[in-house]
């Protein structure tokens, strides 16, 4: 007799919430549905008993530290690629535009990747793209219109390593939010990092080494993948997306379709807006200190990890905090925000007044990690709230398009600061990081005004 969709979805909800469900391996016509001339391997995301959840969680941490790696290193490096590549501030903002198209074209293919080959496919190909990109910048090429091209495929592979990962840690059965901090604070950690690493390489005159690091870590990512992901095929993902769709929605909705969903929408402005303010920050504070505060290179590194310092511990602790404190994720991101805009306040007023001391950069160190602490689990709550009221057909392409339409704010908005500071001068850019952040707190304040139907929610 033939199965119908009905069929498929009551068996899937009692798969998906079964106590005994780490033996999900084990081939069977209850526990493996046939699509598409495939047996699909279906399992809950619940770590603690079915291991190759964990694998996936474990080769996703370590792609995601590529993200952290990835954002900071034009920020810091830009001293050294002016010197080396004779060209000007904005001429090397041109680099967030270039990852800007990388960000677009993942918001375009991500769903369309992953129904010819799967998240397998789509982790694989990312994870390649970064490898061989990568190698190119350890190469230090000759030109920087070639350095510059890198980021561009480096755009596209992020945008569906963030995609992927969300929708993975957003949609665990256990510890849901301690996990989301985990990855996200693992994003901090490695941007944390960066300028150090690059002012160490730039002083012996081999900024081009930082690069030994994203390629690393994408070739152990590389390694895992191919086992983590091995049931996440084509078939498999479009199944899922069949019986899982809502009454008169397609099976896989259009680029177009997707953006005019309210929570859609809003989500990928927000993650816009989000995104740009906290790569901003972390970006130009470095730059900022060298030109406007006249500070030295080597502490002037450690004031600017002060901010991915504070937003990595913000997101490894106020994710344990979230659950206990608060009635859902949207809630605690609105009270987390206002203290964002807070110490965004503290910063821009500690910055108003000029200061050489040792004193004066221990104060905008402490403002700045304090700003990170509250920015950094914005992010991962915002996800969760996505994938709370969206139907789980358009988790992948739902997040897919806004988190990489929030990709596309990573490098608009830096360049954009960028731009204006080089117009109306570098001691502008603490008030246009309020401005974005100020802009962030509005933006979460209309979720419910706009989301309608999910109160449980919002």
């Known amino acids: 007799m033939p199965r119908n969709k009905q069929d498929d979805s009551i068996e899937l909800e009692m798969l998906m919430g079964n106590e005994d469900s780490s033996s999900l391996t084990v081939t069977g016509s209850n526990q493996a549905p046939e699509y598409g001339g495939e047996t699909i391997n279906i399992y809950p995301l619940d770590y603690q008993k079915v291991h190759i959840v964990r694998w996936q969680m474990a080769a996703n941490l370590v ?60 982790m694989l190909t990312a994870a390649g793209l970064c490898v061989l990109f990568y190698s190119v910048l350890l190469s230090r090429p000759r030109w920087f219109v070639v350095y510059v091209a890198c980021f561009m495929p480096l755009g596209l592979a992020i945008g ?14 256990n510890h849901k939010n301690e996990w989301m901090g985990v990855l996200h604070g693992l994003y901090g950690a490695a941007a944390m990092v960066t300028a150090p690493v690059v002012s160490y390489f730039v002083k012996y005159s081999q900024w081009n080494y930082f690069f030994m690091l994203p390629l690393s870590v994408s070739l152990v990512g590389l390694t895992l993948v191919p086992y983590a992901f091995k049931d996440e095929t084509a078939n498999k993902y479009n199944y899922l997306c069949e019986i899982s769709r809502e009454q008169g929605d397609d099976v896989h909705p259009s680029f177009w379709s997707l953006v005019r969903r309210p929570a859609i929408f809003m989500y990928a402005i927000y993650m816009f807006i989000y995104l740009g303010s906290e790569v901003s920050t972390g970006a130009w504070i470095f730059t900022y200190l060298l030109e406007v505060k006249k500070g030295q290179v080597i502490p002037m590194s450690y004031v600017t990890a002060a901010f991915w310092m504070g937003l990595t511990t913000g997101r490894l602790v106020l994710g344990f905090v979230t659950k206990r404190w608060f009635k859902n994720e949207y809630r605690a991101s609105a009270f987390y925000t ?53 139907p789980k ?66």
């Open 63 to 122: 792609l995601f530290l590529v993200l952290g790696l990835n954002d900071e290193c034009n920020g810091a490096l830009l001293p050294a690629l002016t010197q080396y590549y004779n060209v000007s501030k904005v001429e090397v903002a041109n680099l967030f535009v270039v990852q800007f198209l990388g960000y677009c074209t993942a918001s375009l293919l991500t769903q369309k990747i992953h129904t010819r080959v799967g998240a397998r496919g789509a």
């Open 160 to 173: 569906i390593m963030d995609s992927v990962s969300n929708v993975l840690f957003g949609n665990l059965e």
């Open 338 to 390: 206002k203290l964002c805009v807070v110490f965004y306040t503290c910063f821009l007023a500690v910055t108003y007044f000029s200061g050489s001391s040792a004193l004066y950069f221990v104060a905008v160190s402490v403002m700045i990690f304090l700003g990170g602490v509250f920015i950094g689990p914005l992010f991962p709550n915002a996800s969760v709230v996505a994938l709370q009221v969206l």
């Open 393 to 458: 057909n358009m988790h992948v392409s739902g997040v897919g398009i806004a988190v990489a339409l929030g990709g596309c704010g990573s490098a608009i908005l830096p360049y954009s600061v960028g731009l204006i500071t080089h117009l109306v001068g570098f001691e502008w850019f603490p008030f246009l990081c309020w401005i974005m952040v100020a802009t962030v707190a509005f933006v979460w304040y209309l979720y419910p005004k706009v989301i309608k139907g999910h109160e449980e929610y919002l």
